[in-house]
C-alpha cells in the first residue's frame, strides 16, 4: 500500500499521515522534513535535484504514507499510489487548525523537524509563504486543482479517499482495511 495525504496547508495532512502509517506499521514520508533545512532553507527552491532524489529515495521502499502538496515532486510517487486520501475540509476548518497550530508551535518553541533549527515565529505568521497566509491565499484554487486532477482518468487506477469533515477522519484506517483487504 502506497498512500498520499494531501489537502491545504494546516488541514491535518502529517497526522493523518501517522496514523495510517501507525496502523498499518508502514513508513511516513513528510514531504516538509524533506525539504525544510536549517535556517528555513528549502530544497524544492534551492537545490530541486537534491529535494527530487531524496524524495525518489524515499518512495523506494514498497509500502508508505507520504504527506505532502509539492508539485515539484509529485512525478515521482505519482505512479506508485495505491491510494489517496484528500482532506478537503471547509476553510474556515483549515484556518482555525493552521493558527491553533502556529500558536501552540510559538509557544512550546519546539523544533520542526529535528536538525534543522526551525522554530515557529509570529513574527513570520502574515508574511506570504507561511502556513497561515498560505491556507487562506491558495484554499480555493488548491481545491479546484484536486478536483481536476483527481477528475483526470489518468488517475482512475489510484483509489480516492476524500473527507469533507473531520469527523469522517475516525474511519479512514477502517476504509483503507476494506479496500486493500488487510484485516
Not at 73 to 97: A, E, F, G, N, Q
Not at 162 to 177: C, G, H, K, Q, S
Request: charged share 30%; net charge positive; hydrophobic share 40%.
Amino acid at each position: 500500500m502506497r498512500v498520499s495525504v494531501v489537502g491545504t496547508s494546516g488541514c491535518g495532512k502529517s497526522t493523518m499521515a501517522a496514523n495510517i502509517a501507525d496502523a498499518f506499521h508502514i513508513p511516513v514520508i513528510e514531504l516538509d522534513a524533506i525539504n525544510w533545512q536549517a535556517g528555513w532553507r528549502d530544497l524544492n527552491s534551492h537545490d530541486p535535484a537534491e529535494f527530487k532524489r531524496r524524495v525518489a529515495q524515499a518512495v523506494s521502499a514498497d509500502a508508505w504514507v507520504i504527506a505532502g502538496n509539492y508539485s515539484a515532486v509529485r512525478p515521482i510517487y505519482m505512479p506508485r499510489l495505491t491510494h489517496i486520501v484528500w482532506l478537503d475540509y471547509p476553510k474556515h476548518v483549515v484556518m482555525r487548525r493552521v493558527i491553533w497550530r502556529s500558536f501552540v508551535r510559538a509557544i512550546d518553541r519546539k523544533e520542526l523537524w529535528p536538525g534543522t533549527g526551525n522554530r515557529e515565529n509570529p513574527r513570520m505568521w502574515l508574511e506570504k509563504d507561511h502556513p497561515i497566509r498560505w491556507a487562506w491565499d491558495t484554499f480555493e484554487k488548491r481545491r479546484r486543482e484536486y478536483e481536476q486532477r483527481f477528475a483526470n482518468p489518468e488517475n482512475s487506477d489510484v483509489k480516492l479517499i476524500r473527507l469533507r469533515d473531520p469527523r469522517e477522519a475516525r474511519d479512514v484506517v477502517a476504509r483503507l482495511r476494506a479496500m486493500t483487504g488487510c484485516g
